[in-house]
């Protein structure tokens, strides 16, 4: 069965490669494919292009044990000669600022999914933290140059007003890469169910992320991860819900960005930043499936939770 997580943030930092070899935690824990993030929120393109060549150069360095994904094809022939597959994501549309010609550029490099905002407005559209203008003339032809390039449509940290405006344009699948559902608790990151079922109808996929205080009072055991793979599967479809556990190696380095930017987060204080430092680890990906089989899930159905609803999706927009 194939397994993919689809987000984790390893340090953004280009010179430092001390967590890196930490990957290796998402093999020995039976992950097959892992989506890493080279970007968010207010960093320039140049900030995304150092962390991308940064990323990409100590892959190839280690190539025995890594490689870089650019089709659906190569998932299926890293993965099978033993190697664990990898791509890359963009959280904001501030890495192409106001020049719609780096999507395919960030697509020639690895990335294969961009968010449209990181929690706060930017050129493209609204964030889910801030006054949801909609989706803009510009945010438009945004759209229309990810489905062009093959690029995933990403609405996860997005304002529900500029998710509609989405809806009313999109050709193809989109997701909410790292997302969970509002239902379950209620938090402006969490999505309310009918943009699951806008999402799900467009053929994409919804998935659920192990933060805490997305999943509820700091609570990231698996039985909890579950409960939402479980919420998403019954309301929209086996086929449209995945794992993206958003598992942070360097909890230092979030506590200190979401302290000195607690706005970005929605927080109204320094000290309530200090509180993000529950994220699920990949350890906990095959105690997920675990329970979710004890629920009453078929193997067949696992095996779509598990990594095969990402692969279809890539296969229907990657080129």
Not at 126 to 154: Q, Y
Not at 233 to 246: C, M, R, T
Not at 256 to 263: G, I, L, Y
């Amino acid at each position: 069965m194939l397994l993919w997580d689809n987000h984790t943030c390893l340090p953004l930092r280009p010179h430092d490669t001390a967590f890196l070899p930490q990957l290796d935690r998402f093999a020995n824990a039976g992950v097959n494919v892992v989506s890493i993030n080279v970007g968010f929120g207010e960093q320039t393109p140049e900030e995304h292009l150092r962390l991308i060549s940064h990323f990409r150069a100590w892959i190839k360095q280690h190539g025995d044990k890594y490689e870089l994904a650019a089709t659906a094809q190569d998932i299926e022939r890293i993965v099978a000669a033993g190697k664990l597959a990898l791509l890359f994501d963009i959280e904001g549309a501030r890495a192409v600022g106001d020049q719609l010609s780096l999507i395919p550029m960030y697509y020639d490099l690895g990335v294969r999914w961009m968010s449209i905002a990181y929690n706060r407005n930017n050129l493209v559209g609204g964030g889910c933290m801030d006054e949801d203008p909609g989706l803009s003339a510009f945010g438009h032809d945004f759209i229309k140059e990810m489905e062009r390039t093959g690029m995933l449509v990403c609405c996860s940290h997005t304002g529900a007003r500029t998710v509609r405006d989405v809806l009313d344009i999109a050709t193809k699948p989109f997701i909410f890469s790292h997302s969970n559902p509002n239902a379950l608790w209620d938090h402006k990151r969490n999505i309310g169910d009918d943009l699951i079922l806008a999402c799900a109808k467009l053929g994409g996929v919804v998935g659920i992320n192990g933060v805490g205080m997305f999943l509820g009072a700091n609570d990231i055991s698996s039985e909890t991860i579950a409960r939402n793979v479980d919420y998403v599967a019954k309301l929209a479809g086996i086929d449209h819900v995945g794992i993206s556990l958003d598992y942070v190696f360097d909890n230092d380095e979030v506590i200190e960005f979401a302290r000195a930017n607690p706005q970005l987060f929605g927080f109204t204080s320094p000290d309530e930043a200090a509180g993000v430092r529950a994220f699920a680890a990949p350890e906990q990906f095959c105690e997920i499936l675990a329970c979710l089989k004890a629920m009453g899930y078929a193997q067949s159905d696992l095996a779509k939770i598990a990594g095969g609803n990402w692969l279809r999706v890539a296969r229907m927009v990657w080129r």
